[in-house]
């Protein structure tokens, strides 16, 4: 059985194709998404979802979220004395999805499908697929969210659709799609996007505001930086929420048993973080672009990720297509519900048997060139497309190159990926090397062949026309990716860290959201929280299973009249 | 891809119903293997783009009719232009217009009064730029663009609108000369004022407005400058245009006002003190004294690369350094000052040579002056010489009767002969070129003489014409006709090549060849009906390809057959239709 996954930056998800229909699996606190965080506790266990979230508050150290955007970089996180690459994080975080399926269909489930932003670069990709090999799945496919939003929405009714245009503003991430559907084939036109412009963004910049206005300011001195910034990023993320339905709210939050607070209002909110909505635009017109579509000819404007719920961020879709975006589809459900689809696509599930999908690659691949300028000098280091972007993979092209010096005796390639003139700025995928013979410059052709398939696999192929000399690279693995034995190496270390049982999961997510509470308010608020924190940790520890619900419900219950902060 | 491949390959009729067209793409796209067949995928989506642009512009038959070839015109004059001699310099040097000191914005901008290419106008009134999202905008912006622009344009006021502002402005006149005056400080406030307002109205739209609003601003600026020098920052802050440099899909026009920008920048970023090019950006900054001819430097690297940044990324700072002082430096390379010395050992070297003469006796003869040009002379220099006149010539005529009653032909292959001595810089041997020379001379003299020796020369070349087509040496023949020369005897039959050397050592040895013929000038000329059809005939092609021959083009085997022909009917011809012609062709 595959099953698809939406591995987010602030949620994740993970869903099947059963009964004819895309499902979403629930995790063993009873709901079908899972915080994108992880925490290691005093004992050393791991907590992986919304408890590692409740425990970021109080634990900022030995907790960390919204890794994805460090995915495909070296950078690793200190939790608890051991050092995690972003890659690790994401493998737990897909470990403890395996054991929510697993639970649900009864059955060991080895293959996967995950999606990936549209504009995730090869290194982002390959580390998500190196992170799902970590948590022990057989990665089949990954797929592009915006795409993925795409199947859920087309294969939900199966109608024949003009082009429509996939919004999907994530925690981290920012993609847009657009997409046509005639009579079951789906067809990506353009995708296009921004890798580092997300609902965190929108946190930062509310911070950047409130900063300098919150009150009494002297508790944020005593306070260690990285902390106040954990604790002013969650605080911020709360009142965005807030301000999504009032036009006004207190940003809050408690340091150090002391409550700093200053009001903000949705307009000052608004005015900050216009260059933030600015940037939504590129990407849009790029899509627009590449698709050869007029704003008029889409047919609907599709809401994919959490962020496009900010009143600031609709009115600024509505600006720019003229008209109001749907809403018909879940932000946070669709790119699960549409990993499953294509699940259950590569299964050749008999009910999605006439549907079939066709992708584009987002980035333009090329190789970088030297061309004279007007002094007639050369200009080194210059990219040369060979792949144009938005074209439909798979696909194969060809373009000749010749030498820039007499006797030269070989051409090397890099490969680039990105869409600067320059390829300093552009992602190098690898390089090619081709012996040449000696001819004055310019007096050899040498064809270089890119050929791209659906499953973003780039294969390289140079030959030398006159001696027929041919060179071949199959962008597989870069020149810094780990080997097989090294991803078995550390698989076998994740298998070693230790966590909860899953039967005790709700209890240790109830007491990391209660303890979370208690540090967030003060005075007899906090009081009544601590006590009912004793009252549970007491009937935990009488091993009795159904003094233990009772206990639960309790705190639940008592949690939920005075906390009204939830994170889902 | 062609249409019916394309039909083909969607295994459909011609159609112009899309979705049909889709349909058969979508069983089509079922029934394979993409991965597996990747040409086969690039195909069909390509017959189905193909496809659906055929169905939606209506054209379905794509052979078009065959055209019967009509018969010549009889007595109709055609006009064909006149071939060129090939060789001597017209006068031009390439490239000699600094690209740099034009600036023209790029190619492809169009101007400003028209939308970039992918826009549509909403109104198609002349002069009409930017549709404006709703008509009550129209009077918001004339209130922020000041009504100065009604009081002086006597308009009403739906019709002050602030793009109308903007173009005023920064055209004038409606010239493209205009950009050379810069702005004044009133000016200028009305332009910030005006751009402020337009930029207002594009962000309002949706985003297909905006796109073609940032265009059409972007347009304008770059065609404007640098008069429109103080707008491009605030445009360039509004639309984010600097982060968008070095992409490989800026528009062209936002990469001109980029560069502006960025050469802006570098400006007040090396006139600042700390910069480590200051020093050499004030030395080239210098005023020079009038007729100053050298200039003392220092830090010679930082001045090159200076010079080097400059030339190479911001082409309108050069304009801002003292263009003499530049001048000096790129001249400080050529070191004057040496052949000034060697002319000045070379005088030491001839007096002390003649002291030496004069010390050892009077009739010293190696060390007169005048003796000197002589004794150049070289017994190697004649042979060569005479080589040349029996193999070019046929000739066996001495040197010494060579030069003293061919002066002027003789100074010709004598200087060249020192030229090839001193620098050995012939690709080809002393005699291969010589030869071309004469041949070409030969040429131009008989086209100036005229009468009979022009008469033999056309006849020589109609044989030599011939001669190459029955070898089937197109591209030799294809020579002969369009440059008008003579070809390399090498390529021709012996007695040919005997004949053509006689012709020439006839004329270059027997009429004084002094001063040197002109070049032939180009033009076109008239033939009559008569020889059009003689010429049909002769060639057997049919009258389009000889009319493709005829204005200048064609293929060499074209060309061969129908000049054959043509040169043939014309010397065939009366005298008196041939007069004005033989010395066209």
């Known amino acids: ?158 109608q024949d659709r003009e082009p429509f245009l996939v919004f999907d503003l994530g925690g981290g991430t920012f993609d847009v799609s657009i997409v046509e559907m005639f009579d079951g084939i789906i067809e990506v036109r353009a995708s296009a996007g921004d890798n580092v412009l997300g609902g965190d963004d929108f946190n930062q910049c509310l911070v950047a505001l409130v900063r300098p206005q919150l009150q009494p300011a002297a508790a944020l001195e005593g306070v260690a930086p990285d902390v106040l910034e954990a604790q002013l990023l969650a605080a911020a993320e709360q009142a965005r929420r807030r301000l999504t339905d009032a036009a006004q709210t207190d940003f809050a939050l408690v340091l150090n048993g002391v409550r700093v607070s200053a009001p903000v209002d949705a307009a000052a909110f608004e005015a900050a973080a216009e260059p933030l909505i600015d940037r939504l635009r590129e990407p849009v017109l790029r899509s627009l672009r590449d698709s050869r579509i007029a704003v008029q000819s889409l047919s609907e404007i599709v809401l994919v990720g959490g962020a496009t719920r900010m009143p600031v961020v609709r009115r600024a879709i509505t600006r720019m297509f003229g008209r109001f975006p749907d809403t018909t589809v879940h932000p946070d459900h669709a790119v699960a519900l549409g990993a499953a689809v294509q699940a259950g696509l590569i299964e050749r599930n008999a009910g999605l048997d006439e549907i079939r999908l066709t992708d584009v690659c987002p980035f333009t691949l090329g190789v970088d060139t030297s061309e004279r300028d007007r002094g007639g000098h050369f200009r080194h280091g210059l990219f040369s497309p060979i792949i144009d972007r938005n074209t439909a993979i798979p696909v194969s092209r060809v373009a000749n190159y010749t030498t820039i010096a007499d006797n030269q005796s070989f051409i090397e390639f890099g490969i680039y990926q990105g869409e600067a003139r320059e390829v300093v700025s552009n992602v190098r995928l690898g390089s090619i090397k081709v012996p040449v013979p000696p001819r004055p410059a ?63 999961a709700e209890n240790v997510a109830l007491l990391a959201r209660a303890r979370r509470a208690y540090e967030a308010h003060i005075g007899d608020d906090r009081a009544r929280i601590g006590a009912m924190i004793t009252d549970f940790e007491g009937a935990l520890e009488s091993q009795d299973g159904r003094i233990i619900s009772q206990a639960r419900v309790d705190l639940r219950e008592g949690l939920d009249l005075i906390d009204r902060d939830r994170w889902l | 891809m062609t249409p019916t491949a394309a039909w083909r390959l969607l295994g459909i009729d011609p159609t112009a119903d899309a979705s049909a067209i889709r349909r058969a793409y979508a069983a089509r796209l079922r029934a394979m293997d993409v991965d597996a067949d990747r040409d086969g995928f690039a195909d069909l989506r390509d017959a189905r783009d193909l496809a659906l642009q055929l169905a939606a512009e209506g054209t379905l038959d794509p052979e078009p009719a065959d055209e019967a070839a009509p018969a010549a015109p ?105 950009r050379e005056q810069l702005m004044t400080a009133e000016e200028e406030e009305q332009a910030q004022a005006a751009l402020a307002a337009v930029i207002a109205d594009v962000r309002g739209g949706d985003i297909d407005q905006q796109a073609r609003g940032e265009i059409w601003i972007a347009d304008i600026l770059a065609h404007g400058w640098p008069r429109s020098d103080p707008l491009l920052a605030p445009a360039a802050d509004a639309f984010g245009w600097r982060a968008r440099a070095g992409l490989v899909d800026t528009p062209p026009a936002v990469d001109y006002v980029n560069q502006r920008l960025a050469a802006r920048d570098f400006r007040t970023a090396v006139e600042r003190k700390d910069h480590q090019l200051h020093g050499a950006w004030k030395q080239l900054r210098k005023p020079t004294r009038t007729g100053q001819s050298r200039a003392l430097w220092w830090e010679g690297r930082k001045i090159d690369e200076l010079l080097g940044i400059i030339r190479r990324d911001y082409p309108e700072l050069e304009q801002q350094l003292d263009w003499h002082r530049v001048a000096l430096w790129d001249a400080r390379g050529q070191k004057p000052i040496r052949s000034y010395t060697w002319i000045f050992i070379a005088i030491v070297v001839v007096q002390l040579l003649s002291a030496i003469g004069r010390m050892a006796g009077p009739s010293g003869d190696a060390s007169s002056p005048a003796s000197l040009a002589e004794a150049v002379d070289t017994p190697q220099m004649k042979a060569d010489i005479g080589d040349v006149l029996v193999k070019s010539l046929g000739s066996a005529m001495a040197y010494d009767e060579f030069a003293r009653d061919h002066g002027g032909l003789q100074r010709i292959l004598s200087t060249n002969w020192r030229m090839q001595d001193s620098s050995g810089n012939f690709t080809d041997s002393y005699a291969r070129v010589m030869d071309r020379l004469l041949r070409d001379r030969y040429v131009l003299m008989a086209h100036e003489l005229g009468g009979d020796h022009l008469l033999a020369l056309q006849r020589l070349r109609l044989k030599i014409g011939r001669a190459l087509r029955k070898d089937q040496n197109w591209a030799a023949c294809n020579d002969l006709y369009r440059t008008g020369l003579l070809p390399d005897p090498a390529l021709l039959p012996d007695d040919l090549a005997a004949l053509q050397r006689q012709q020439m050592g006839a004329l270059l040895l027997s009429v004084d060849t002094d001063p040197a013929p002109q070049n032939r000038k180009g033009g076109t000329y008239k033939i009559p009906g008569a020889i059009v059809q003689a010429t049909l005939d002769g060639s057997g092609l049919p009258l389009d390809r000889v009319q493709a021959v005829y204005q200048g083009g064609g293929e060499p085997r074209d060309v061969c057959l129908v000049d054959t022909a043509m040169l043939a009917a014309i010397l065939d011809a009366a005298p008196a239709v041939r007069g004005p012609l033989i010395d066209k062709i």
């Not at chain 1, 022990?136 to 859920?152: D, K």
């Not at chain 1, 040498?446 to 030398?464: N, P």
């Not at chain 2, 232009?81 to 006068?91: D, I, L, M, S």
């Open chain 1, 1 to 158: 059985m595959i099953v698809g996954i939406d591995l987010g930056t602030t949620n994740s998800a993970v869903a099947l194709w059963r009964n004819d229909m895309a499902q979403l699996v629930p995790n063993a606190l009873g709901d079908v998404l899972t915080p994108s965080a992880v925490s290691v506790d005093a004992t050393g266990h791991v907590l992986v979802g919304q408890a590692a979230r409740d425990r970021q508050a109080t634990h900022p150290q030995d907790s960390v979220s919204s890794f994805k955007r460090y995915m495909g970089t070296q950078r690793t996180v200190r939790l608890h004395k051991r050092e995690y690459s972003a890659e690790d994080l994401s493998a737990l975080v897909l470990k403890s999805l395996k054991a929510d399926v697993e639970a649900f269909a009864g059955e060991a489930v080895t293959d996967a499908v995950i999606t990936v932003p549209a504009y995730f670069n090869d290194r982002q990709r390959k580390a998500t697929r190196r992170a799902g090999e970590l948590a022990g799945f057989n990665v089949r496919r990954l797929i592009n969210e915006p795409t993925a939003a795409a199947l859920a929405f087309g294969v939900h009714d199966r």
């Open chain 1, 442 to 504: 310019g007096h050899v052709s040498v064809d270089c062949r890119f050929s791209y398939d659906s499953s973003g696999l780039l294969e390289v192929d140079v030959t030398v026309g006159e001696t027929g000399v041919t060179r071949n690279l199959v962008i597989l693995d870069e020149s810094d990716g780990p080997s097989d034995k090294e991803i078995a190496a550390r698989r076998a270390e994740l298998a070693k860290l230790k966590f909860h049982p899953r039967e005790e």
């Open chain 2, 74 to 178: 009889e007595g109709e004059q055609v006009a064909i232009p006149v071939p060129q001699t090939g060789f001597g310099w017209t006068g031009a040097l390439a490239g000699t217009g600094d690209p740099a000191l034009s600036l023209s914005p790029p190619d492809g901008a169009l101007h400003p009064a028209a939308l970039a290419p992918d826009v549509r106008p909403a109104a198609d009134a002349p002069g009409d730029v930017l549709p404006l999202p709703d008509p009550a905008d129209l009077l918001a912006c004339a209130d922020k663009a000041g009504g100065w622009y009604v009081a002086r344009h006597g308009l009403a006021a739906e019709e002050a609108r602030a793009d109308r502002a903007l173009h005023a402005l920064l055209f004038p006149r409606g010239e493209d000369d205009d």
